[in-house]
């Protein structure tokens, strides 16, 4: 594996861990502060770093023992200065009136290099509407 693209995988691997660890400061520590960030639930997109830290404790559920936060079937390329990944994410977890919850949704991360250190410009999350 190229050393870019391992790096990569670490920053998007210290995200997940982040995120499952409820560590909220830590979450978007390695994305732009001016990224645009697309996601699942409403407003559905981001403008900032700062706009998707405000709305966390807005969607975040608390959760008994661990919450399930994992990629899989994570694929990465990187070039000199950008980078992309994409693959499937697994969320649930247990709430407090021990009810479960889980889905797995589709993620795509584009990454710039700056200063030697990769860093997430965009993040799409993303789950297919089934038609009846």
């Not at 693209?5 to 210290?14: F, P, S």
């Not at 405000?54 to 990187?78: I, K, N």
């Not at 994409?86 to 021990?98: A, E, K, N, R």
């Amino acid at each position: 594996m190229h050393a870019d693209e391992a790096a990569i995988r670490n920053v998007l691997e210290q995200w997940v861990q982040a995120t499952r660890d409820g560590r909220q400061e830590e979450v978007l520590a390695n994305h732009q502060d001016d990224l645009v960030l697309f996601d699942v639930l409403s407003p559905l997109q981001y403008t900032s770093a700062a706009q998707y830290r405000a709305s966390w404790d807005s969607w975040q559920p608390e959760v008994q023992g661990a919450l399930q936060f994992a990629l899989h079937d994570l694929s990465v390329r990187a070039g000199v200065d950008v980078g992309y990944a994409f693959g499937l994410l697994q969320c649930g977890g247990t709430l407090p009136d021990g009810q479960t919850f889980g889905d797995t949704v589709r993620i795509t991360f584009c990454l710039l290099k700056c200063d030697g250190q990769w860093k997430v410009a965009h993040q799409h999350v993303s789950k297919p509407v089934e038609r009846r």
